[in-house]
């Protein structure tokens, strides 16, 4: 399974972005999509994810409202929409695939596959 996100940028705080992840190769209904965000020194944590059997979706607290995976993904796509943005936000993030799906995992060692991830910078 091959990962490319895009979609990343420099947005003042309080902006609009969107992100996309594209999968190709061996994919299946039955993984599990997610986002990850690394910023600067810090772990790489879980910010939202999205099974395509049954269309769950799981939201990180600190971006719970304010990010969102819309149901409409193309096939083997799926987006983030990040609103009201902050500081806080910047990071690198990155599309990731569990293999094992049935349930979205906010354990990173659980993804197999990664995403080169893109730039996300927040200005206040």
């Known amino acids: 399974v091959q990962l490319q996100a895009s979609g990343g940028g420099l947005v003042q705080a309080g902006g609009s972005l969107r992100l996309s992840c594209a999968a190709s190769?061996?994919?299946?209904?039955?993984?599990?999509m997610a986002w990850f965000r690394q910023a600067p020194g810090k772990e790489r944590e879980f910010v939202a994810g999205f099974t395509w059997r049954g269309g769950s979706t799981y939201y990180a607290d600190s971006v719970k409202g304010r990010f969102t995976i819309p149901r409409d993904n193309a096939k083997n796509t799926v987006n983030l929409q990040m609103n009201s943005l902050k500081p806080e936000d910047t990071a690198v993030y990155y599309c990731?695939?569990?293999?094992?799906?049935?349930?979205?995992?906010?354990?990173?060692?659980?993804?197999?596959?990664w995403g080169q991830g893109t730039q996300v910078t927040v200005s206040s």
């Open positions: 190769g061996r994919t299946s209904s039955s993984y599990v």
């Open positions: 990731a695939v569990a293999l094992a799906g049935g349930r979205i995992y906010t354990d990173r060692t659980r993804y197999n596959y």
